[in-house]
């Protein structure tokens, strides 16, 4: 199955005693008690994501529910515009913590139409 990389902006922070690693574009999180549990804990909870959507065929109407722009072999995540906008989560989150911004490179599965 053909596959697209996408660049997935992910945000990391303190919320008491834990670290959370946080894709405001999927709405997903990791955590735990160090930094690197907790993104070892959101590469789990991105690979059930993508499992479970690809599994049920729910994908691509996920993504596009959360703001994804699909076209022409195209996938692409909201801005940050769209995602201070649409989901009060990461304006929370934004609001109320001090942030490290990262990345990560994952690659979504080509759906054929």
Known sequence: MAKIKVQLSLVEFKEGVSYIVYSP???ISGYAETAKDARNSFKEALNYFL??????NTLYQELKRLGWNIANEKITPPNLVNLVKFNPNFVN?????????SSKQIEIPLIPA
Do not use: G, P, Q, V
Request: charged content about 35%.
């Open 93 to 101: 989150i934004f609001d109320n913590h001090s942030l490290k911004k």
């Open 51 to 56: 499992e479970y959507t690809i599994e049920n």
């Open 25 to 27: 574009a999927l709405d």
